[in-house]
């Protein structure tokens, strides 16, 4: 049964309030950028004015590094690779990151941004990291810092249990949640401390993960730091986290604790590097601010805006029929049955691309995937399709942007979201300009390529309530 906020908090004091600009003046004053791996596109939502790096060429790693932000992004989209082709990409990230580091003339530091319900390549990537980090430097790393929490989106860690839920439903132990039974990376546990157990086969056991609860964290940083800077042969670590204040409290302690020369390697949900950075989370951008990145862009006088669907969840669902009932965009379908047939998949295509470009000429388009999901004869088979599927998303896309350059693009779904930006619109280098909603949904300014000034709306599937996708668009369209 779900609990309520206030009885998973019963008892549990408050802690002092942090100044997120005390945590970025000790930021500010390093030459550490820290580079984030990103396993899927929506990690960026809760930051503002970094970099975004579709590629992760030496070339593209040095445009970044010497932007002087004190974070980059590097979107690896590894949460939809098979493990061997995830630890190929996380190696050739981080040693193209420490060439063009030695380049620029900055240190780098590794975070490993995955989702906040559990759902990922660990350990593997950050195995992969500090191998990578020990080879490049000749000293491994410390500890493992897994900070999963995403309070905007409902996931918070109490007692050492992980939850996923809302104040409005309540929230339960994340193992007893649907994304336990994902069909990749499936999990039994809740408690952190055994879910880094389950996940590691044992390899790390239950009692040897290092843990700091929320009365700790609140009201004896000492001991934050002490647990911190005790940590060896990269021991992970984990905490509980409820709000912001409590991920500026654990960014404090670590910024004492690696100013010792302690190295530490981060797992992380999406608001960690916000208070990492000593960023304070920005209202959602304003039509106003969404007209002016279009200035002298491509699509500076384009009327309608793309809505691109592809992720096939509950909520996605309810929100793009909210989207219809409130602003009734012109909607085509990208059907799964006629895109698998060779012949019949380009008349199909075509006929998208041609009548959404005559619809965006007078408002708003939403092209979908079949709202269906439609699975193959073993796994293999349904990686085939979504394939196949994913393929077409992008060639509309392109096909439509040449045609006709909208007056922004929202992609909804994770995959989604990253074969859009990267195939669809050849999006290269972008910077995430703020979130669409409090906390969730960012927008990135292609800095670049055929898109450069159209706005780009990443939405994530699982995210946001019914009414988001319109508000979102309205925010796009005013």
């Not at 408050?14 to 100044?19: Q, S």
Request: proline letters at 5%; aromatic letters at 6%; one cysteine or more.
């Amino acid at each position: 049964m779900p609990q309520t906020r206030e009885t998973l908090l019963a008892g549990r004091p408050t802690g002092p309030a942090v100044d997120p600009a005390e945590i970025a003046a000790g930021v500010d004053g390093s030459r550490r950028v820290f580079v984030v791996l990103d396993d899927d596109p929506t990690g960026t939502q809760s930051v503002t004015d970094l970099p975004v790096l579709m590629s992760w060429s030496v070339e593209s790693l040095e445009w970044a590094l010497s932007q002087g932000r004190p974070a980059v992004y590097v979107m690896t989209n590894s949460r939809s690779l098979d493990p061997a082709d995830a630890r190929q990409r996380n190696v050739e990230v981080a040693r193209a990151a420490f060439e063009a580091a030695a380049k620029v003339g900055v240190d780098v530091d590794f975070v490993s941004r995955s989702d906040s319900t559990l759902r990922g390549h660990f350990p593997l990537e950050t195995d992969t990291l500090a191998a990578e980090i020990e080879a490049a430097t000749g000293r491994g790393v410390d500890g493992v810092v897994v900070v999963p929490a995403f309070g905007d989106a409902g996931r918070i860690t109490v007692g050492g249990v992980h939850y996923a839920g809302s104040d409005a439903a309540g929230f339960v132990p994340v193992g007893e949640s649907e994304f336990a039974t994902d069909a990749t990376f499936g999990y039994c546990s809740s408690a952190m401390t055994d879910w880094v157990a389950e996940k590691t086969g044992g390899r790390v056991a239950a009692q040897d993960v290092a843990f700091v609860d929320l009365t700790t964290l609140r009201t004896d940083p000492e001991a934050t730091v002490a647990a911190l800077t005790s940590l060896r042969d990269g021991r992970p670590f984990v905490v509980d986290i409820v709000e912001e204040n409590d991920l500026l409290l654990l960014s404090a302690a670590l910024e004492r604790a690696e100013s010792t020369g302690v190295r530490l390697l981060y797992r992380v949900g999406p608001p960690f590097m916000r208070a990492r950075l000593g960023q304070t989370p920005r209202t959602p951008l304003t039509g106003g601010e969404v007209r002016a990145i279009r200035v002298d862009g491509v699509a500076e006088d384009s009327v309608g805006g793309l809505i691109m669907i592809g992720s096939h969840t509950a909520l996605t669902t309810s929100q793009l029929e909210a989207l219809r009932a409130r602003s009734a965009p012109t909607e085509f379908e990208i059907d799964v049955a006629t895109v698998r047939d060779a012949v019949a998949r380009e008349a199909h295509l075509a006929q998208i691309v041609a009548d959404a470009v005559a619809a965006l000429a007078s408002g708003n388009v939403a092209v979908r995937t079949s709202r269906t999901l439609v699975k193959g004869a073993d796994a293999d088979d349904s990686l085939a399709i979504a394939r196949l599927v994913s393929s077409a998303v992008v060639e509309v896309t392109q096909r439509i942007l040449a045609a006709y350059p909208p007056r922004f693009v929202v992609a909804k779904g994770g995959i989604t979201s990253s074969d859009v930006a990267s195939r669809g619109l050849s999006i290269d280098r972008a910077y995430v300009r703020g979130p669409m909603l409090p906390g969730i949904v960012s927008l990135w300014e292609p800095m670049d390529g055929p898109a450069r000034g159209i706005p780009y709306i990443v939405f994530a599937g699982n995210v946001g309530g019914p009414e988001s996708l319109a508000d979102v668009v309205d925010t796009l369209s005013a």
